[in-house]
C-alpha cells in the first residue's frame, strides 16, 4: 500500500500527558499537511511543510503543538500537556509539487480523558 | 479570511436519482481553488473534484460535476446517478491566500443519505 500512513490510529491518554502522531505520506510528495477534526466540523488546517521546511501554521497551533519534519519524508505531531478539548481526529495529507488535490491518511482519533 | 460555507446539513436522495450538495465561499484572492472532498464512515478523506478560480468551464470528473458560478461565490456539486455507496459526509473546501497565508479551508460538510 503506497498510500499515506498515520500511526497510532487510536490513542487514548489522560489529561496533562503527551502525545506524538506519526504520518508517513506518499514517498514521492514533498508537501505534506496536518489538520484537526472535530465531531460534526470540517478538518481545520493546523500546519503544513514543504520538504522539511515548516511554511505555514495556523493560529489554532498552540504553543503545546509541536510538528517536524526533519528528513523531508515523514512527520511528527507533539501535544504536550493535552486537553480534554485536545480530543480530535487528527488527519494528515500529502501531495507532490504542482499537484492540486491532498492524499489523506486514515488518521489518528485522539481522546483525552 | 477566507470562509466556506455548507447550509445542508443532511440530504437525503433515492438510488439513481441526481442530488446537488451546495458550496459557498468567500475570499479576497482573485486565484484560488475549490475541492469536494468524500468522507465515509471509515474516516478517510477521498477527494472528488477541482475547480480553479480561472477555470472556463465546469469540472467533471465521471459522475461528479461543480457547478461553479463565479459571480455567485457558489461552487454546488451535482452527483449524478446516486449509488448508495454514495452515502457519506462531504466537505467543500477551498485553497487560497488569506492574510499573507495560504490556508486551505474546509466547509462543516453535508450528510448524504442515498436510500434504495
Known amino acids: 500500500d503506497t498510500g499515506v500512513s498515520q500511526d497510532p490510529r487510536h490513542k487514548i491518554t489522560k489529561r496533562g500527558q503527551n502525545v506524538t502522531f506519526r504520518c508517513d505520506p506518499i514517498?514521492?510528495?514533498?508537501?505534506l499537511y496536518w489538520y484537526r477534526q472535530t465531531l460534526g466540523q470540517g478538518p481545520e488546517f493546523l500546519t503544513y511543510?514543504?520538504?522539511?521546511?515548516?511554511?505555514?501554521k495556523s493560529r489554532l497551533l498552540s504553543d503545546r503543538f509541536s510538528a517536524e519534519r526533519p528528513k523531508g519524508s515523514f512527520s511528527t505531531l507533539e501535544i504536550q500537556r493535552t486537553e480534554q478539548g485536545d480530543s480530535a481526529m487528527y488527519l494528515c495529507?500529502?501531495?507532490?509539487?504542482?499537484?492540486?488535490?491532498?492524499?489523506f491518511g486514515p488518521g489518528t482519533r485522539l481522546t483525552v480523558l | 479570511a477566507q470562509k466556506i460555507t455548507q447550509t445542508q446539513p443532511g440530504m437525503f436522495v433515492q438510488e439513481k436519482e441526481a442530488v446537488t450538495l451546495d458550496c459557498t465561499y468567500d475570499?479576497?484572492?482573485?486565484?484560488?481553488?475549490l475541492f469536494w472532498y468524500k468522507q465515509p464512515s471509515s474516516g478517510e478523506m477521498i477527494f472528488l473534484i477541482y475547480?480553479?478560480?480561472?477555470?472556463?468551464q465546469n469540472a467533471t470528473e465521471g459522475r461528479y460535476s461543480l457547478n461553479f458560478q463565479k459571480a455567485r461565490k457558489s461552487a454546488n456539486l451535482v452527483i449524478s446517478a446516486s449509488q448508495l455507496g454514495d452515502s457519506a459526509m462531504y466537505f467543500c473546501?477551498?485553497?487560497?491566500?488569506?492574510?499573507?497565508?495560504?490556508?486551505?479551508?474546509f466547509g462543516r460538510g453535508t450528510s448524504l443519505i442515498v436510500h434504495p
Open positions: 511543510f514543504q520538504n522539511e521546511a515548516q511554511l505555514e
Open positions: 475570499t479576497s484572492d482573485p486565484s484560488y481553488g
Open positions: 473546501a477551498m485553497r487560497g491566500r488569506s492574510g499573507g497565508s495560504y490556508i486551505p479551508t
Open positions: 475547480q480553479g478560480s480561472y477555470d472556463q
Open positions: 514517498s514521492e510528495h514533498n508537501r
Open positions: 495529507a500529502s501531495n507532490g509539487e504542482g499537484a492540486r488535490e491532498q492524499f
